[in-house]
Each structure stands twice: as structure tokens, then as C-alpha cells.
């Protein structure tokens, strides 16, 4: 059973960057891989990157370049660093963590919003 709390959405002008975190409660070491997604208005959730527990990180062709997934297993927390952020970012972001087991975990998401 894992938990997943995310924070540091908020709005953001274009061009602008934010970080986003995810931490991780319960069955910690359980987990595989850890990824976030994104839902916009309308639109079906998309998954916007991942990463393995051994570092190994895949990316949305859309993000590719702006956005870094990372993970820090001693505080069991995920993040995302989001740069050149445009109106096209503004969505839920939510984090996802799949276990050994089979199990997904996702968190309640935080609301990015970039706007001039």
C-alpha cells in the first residue's frame, strides 16, 4: 500500500518554469517505477514522463527538453522541474507509482496553470 501526496503546482506566466514533488508513504520499497501525468480540460490523461528506481527516465515527445523527471530515494519523493513552461502545459498533474507487486498508486494531483 503506498501513498502519494503532490504539491507545488500554482500559476506560472509563459516562458516560466516550476517544480512540482511527489512523496511517497507506506509500502516505500515496493516501488518500481515512479511516473507523472497530466489531465487538461477535455482531454484524456496523458503521461508525461517516468522513472525507474534505477534512475532511468522516458519523457513525452512534447516535454522532451523542458521538463526532468528525478526521484530521491532517501526521501522518497519524486519531482518534476518544469522549464519553458506555455499555455498547452496548463493541466492536473498527477503522480503515479507502480509497485513490484502490480499495484498503481496515484496521487490527488496539483493544478499547473500558465497564463500571461
Known amino acids: 500500500q503506498v501513498q502519494l501526496v503532490e504539491s507545488g503546482g500554482g500559476l506560472v506566466q509563459p516562458g516560466g518554469s516550476l517544480s512540482l514533488s511527489c512523496a511517497a508513504s507506506?509500502?516505500?520499497?515496493?516501488?518500481?517505477?515512479m511516473s507523472w501525468y497530466r489531465q487538461a480540460p477535455g482531454k484524456q490523461r496523458e503521461l508525461v514522463a517516468t522513472?525507474?528506481?534505477?534512475?532511468?527516465?522516458n519523457y513525452a515527445d512534447s516535454v522532451k527538453g523542458r521538463f526532468t523527471i528525478s526521484r530521491d530515494n532517501a526521501k522518497n519523493t519524486a519531482y518534476l522541474q518544469m522549464n519553458s513552461l506555455q499555455p498547452e502545459d496548463t493541466a492536473v498533474y498527477y503522480c503515479?507509482?507502480?509497485?513490484?507487486?502490480?499495484?498503481?498508486?496515484w496521487g490527488q494531483g496539483t493544478q499547473v496553470t500558465v497564463s500571461s
Open positions: 503515479n507509482a507502480f509497485s513490484r507487486s502490480g499495484r498503481n498508486s
Open positions: 522513472i525507474t528506481s534505477g534512475g532511468r527516465t
Open positions: 507506506g509500502s516505500i520499497f515496493s516501488i518500481d517505477v
